[in-house]
């Protein structure tokens, strides 16, 4: 089992940054994939970018460019650097790892962009 717990939500004002954290309870090495999606009102859940074990990334096209996934093996959490960050960034953010064939969630952290 995979537990993840999230942080670094909040409201920010449109152009500024955030930076998301997801730790997880095991060697962020061993699990195959661990990414980012978000979900916003009346909206089907996205993915937002993602880090494979061996490095590899992938980003949605809509935050490719002002978004970084990385990864901090020592503290086994993974980041998500939002930048230049607009109205419609506005969800909750879910971390999510591939186990074992088996998909975990964190509980999700507000992001709110707005003046």
């Known amino acids: 089992q995979v537990q993840l717990v999230e942080s670094g939500g909040g409201l920010v004002q449109p152009g500024g940054s955030l930076r998301l954290s997801c730790a997880a309870s095991r060697s962020i090495f061993s699990i195959n994939v661990m990414g980012w999606y978000r979900q916003a009102p009346g909206k089907q859940r996205e993915l937002v970018a993602r880090?494979?074990?061996?490095?590899?990334?992938n980003y949605a096209d809509s935050v490719r460019g002002r978004f970084t996934i990385s990864r901090d093996s020592a503290k086994n959490t993974v980041y998500l650097q939002m930048n230049r960050l607009k109205p419609e960034d506005t969800a909750v953010y879910y971390c999510?790892?591939?186990?074992?064939?088996?998909?975990?969630w964190g509980q999700g952290t507000q992001v709110t962009v707005s003046s």
């Open positions: 999510q790892a591939t186990f074992v064939g088996v998909n975990y």
């Open positions: 880090v494979l074990s061996g490095g590899t990334t």
